[in-house]
Each structure stands twice: as C-alpha cells, then as structure tokens.
C-alpha cells in the first residue's frame, strides 16, 4: 500500500496478515528498518521475517523510510523526518481493518530505536495508543552509533556535530515513551560487540521516564540496571539449544508482550 504523509512523499508499505481471518482481536506490529534498509528487507532472509511474525497470528506492516526503497526523497539518517513519517505510519495502521487497536506494537531493528522513540516520544498520534516497543540491540547516543567517530559509514557526521545528532539519538527519547519497552539484548550484539552500556542507559532511562514497564530478555521487570555489572543480567547467549537461534527469542518475546494484558 502507499500512506499518506502530510510533511513529504508518499510511504511504501507491505502488510502481511496471518492465514487465519484477522478479527478484531487480532494483534498488529509495525517493524522499523535499521540501518539504511527498507522496510521491504523483512520480506527476505533478515534476523525475523514479516510472514515469521504474520504466522504468529498478527497483522504485521514494514515500509520504507523516504529516501529507501519505493519511497522518495532523501534519506533523513533517523532523524525528524523519518520520525515524522513513522507517526503517519501508525495513524494508517489503526485504521486497517482486523487490528486490535489496544494490542498493537513497534518492532525496531538497531538504529531504527532512534526513529521509533523519536516518533513516540516527539509526534504522538492522538487516539493511536502502542502498547509496547520492541527494541532489537539498538544504540543509545551518539558515541556508540559513531564508535566514538571510527565507523566509516558515519564519517561524514562526527560527534561534534551537535545539529546533526541532538535529534538522533534513542537516549534523549526513550524516557518520554509513553508504553512498555522491551530490550532485547544479545551476549555479543551486532554492532557492539559484549558492550552493554547502550542497552543500559536506555533501560535506565526508559524506567526514570514515562514508559509503563520495562524488562529486558528473561530479567525481571522494572529493575534498575547497574552500568558496573553488565554480569548481573541475562543476555541472550550467542548459541541457544533452539535450531533457529535469535529467531527463536524474537518471536517468543513478541508473544508474551502481545499477551501481557
């Protein structure tokens, strides 16, 4: 389908839906990209797949970002824009039938909690209600999104550069989400390596703010997370006993919140 988007170009989207008829009672999920993908890479072979999700009994929709994929314009890096145009996903998404409007949440991918907590937090849709975020390993503020400015494809935006990043990082957001936040949170993450401090702050920050609950992987909720410790939690291990790995996590943990009343 193509959104609407009132401040830019039209948003590219596919929704999926489960076999079984979608009812009223039917959970929705809206996945945001990380990185500079388009939400049209959750057709294929990514860490879970839009269809891995619809199997589970959910309407679930993807779409490109402007500047990715179908959508045009250029790509706004995470920040307001992008932002903006999340909003204008979640107000279409409440209005597509079989959706339970009280059960419906973001699934973000890495970078994507930047988008994702921006749009909750900065361009709430009145009457649109998330229940929960779903954040996949994504970085916190700009030295672990930059590495401390060694990641070559962010050269271009050093940490000096207060414009650019005072609007793109998750930490300065997420304490305004006004929905349970969900971290998952691998032993060795994707991108920073066994560095837990990115998961942390956001935790910390989440629970000190507006967020309704807080819990990341098998530890108990609301807990305060010491920065000192990292040894003290569950990370999700590198090899779990299921064949599907990290696959296997997502989908379990997309079920339980999709449940929690």
Not at 41 to 69: C, K, M, N, Q
Not at 164 to 172: G, I, K, Q, Y
Request: net charge negative; with cysteine; proline share 7%.
């Amino acid at each position: 389908m193509w959104i609407k988007n009132p401040g830019g170009p039209d948003i590219y989207a596919h929704v999926h839906r489960p076999l079984s008829a979608a009812t009223a009672s039917t959970p929705g999920v809206i996945i945001v990209p990380g990185g500079g993908s388009p939400g049209t890479a959750y057709d294929g072979f990514t860490e879970v797949t839009a269809d891995d999700i619809a199997a589970l009994g959910a309407v679930v929709l993807h779409y490109d970002p402007s500047g990715r994929g179908r959508t045009a314009g250029e790509e706004d890096y995470w920040g307001a824009r992008h932002q903006r145009e999340l909003s204008a996903v979640i107000e279409r998404f409440f209005s597509i039938g079989g959706v339970n409007r009280e059960n419906v949440g973001i699934l973000s991918f890495s970078i994507g909690i930047t988008i994702a907590a921006g749009a909750l937090c900065r361009f709430p849709v009145h009457g649109c209600q998330i229940k929960y975020l779903f954040d996949w390993e994504g970085p916190s503020n700009r030295a672990n999104i930059t590495k401390n400015d060694t990641h070559d494809p962010l050269v271009d935006f050093p940490m000096s550069n207060d414009t650019f990043w005072r609007e793109r990082e998750a930490a300065a957001f997420i304490g305004g989400i006004p929905c349970d936040y969900f971290r998952y949170q691998a032993a060795t993450d994707h991108m920073q390596d066994t560095y837990k401090g990115h998961a942390i702050e956001l935790l910390n920050k989440a629970r000190a703010g507006q967020a309704r609950s807080t819990r990341c992987n098998n530890n108990p909720p609301n807990i305060y997370y010491e920065d000192n410790h990292p040894e003290n939690y569950q990370w999700v291990q590198p090899q779990p006993p299921e064949p599907n790995g990290q696959k296997y996590w997502i989908l379990k943990y997309l079920l339980e919140l999709q449940h929690e009343i």
